[in-house]
């Protein structure tokens, strides 16, 4: 949604981000108040109208229990933050969610009877829910990190075991000298 409201407008996205800046007056105590409609000048009429546009997008963006959710709020960025907030969850929801996805890109690697194509799209979903929660890496440690499966594949291809047989005449041993021999053979493995 972020994109497509820059795409739009980019002053809708700032006024989504930093608030609505509707025309206000103060009274004669100081405080700030809504400016009265029939006192509106032409900047007053785009800010408002701008404000509008921003609500419009939004609401035509939503489901209905979406809209449930953002109806009773007065700015755009009230909304915004709601929606933030129902998506994304709180700062410490993202934390939990950036480390848990850390966690998945560092341990990723290729599960049995799976093809690459299908490793690949757990990476790059792996990367996009990272990005859109601002965790980002450059290209040269994606790279590394798509390179270093296929040394971990080299080094598992390398390991061999040979194993070495000979008969063995039971005439004269007993079976627990076999035992004996046999134990540090099997620990080994």
């Known amino acids: 949604m972020t994109i ?3 795409s739009l ?18 009274s004669e105590n100081g405080d700030v108040l809504p400016k009265p ?4 000048n032409d900047d007053d009429r785009r800010r408002i109208q701008t404000n509008a546009k921003a609500k ?3 609401i035509c963006a939503i489901n209905s229990s979406e809209f449930n959710r ?7 960025k009230e909304m915004w933050d709601r929606l933030k907030v129902t998506y994304e969850g ?26 690459i194509k299908s490793r690949f799209t757990r990476f790059i979903n792996i990367i996009n ?42 005439s004269d041993d007993n079976e627990e000298d076999d035992d004996e021999d046999l134990a540090p053979f099997t620990r080994k493995f």
């Open 4 to 6: 497509f409201i820059q």
């Open 9 to 26: 407008d980019y002053n809708l996205w700032d006024l989504i981000v930093d608030g609505s800046n509707l025309p206000t007056i103060r």
């Open 37 to 40: 409609r029939n006192t509106y």
């Open 56 to 58: 419009h997008i939004i």
């Open 70 to 76: 953002v109806s009773s709020c007065n700015s755009t």
């Open 90 to 115: 709180t700062n410490q929801v993202k934390d939990a969610k950036i480390s848990m996805l850390v966690h998945d890109y560092e341990l990723l690697s290729m599960n049995e009877n799976e093809d």
């Open 129 to 170: 829910a990272l990005q859109s929660l601002d965790k980002t890496y450059s290209n040269s440690e994606l790279v590394r990190k798509v390179l270093k499966y296929d040394e971990e594949k080299e080094k598992k291809k390398k390991k061999v075991v040979a194993l070495k047989s000979s008969e063995i005449d039971d």
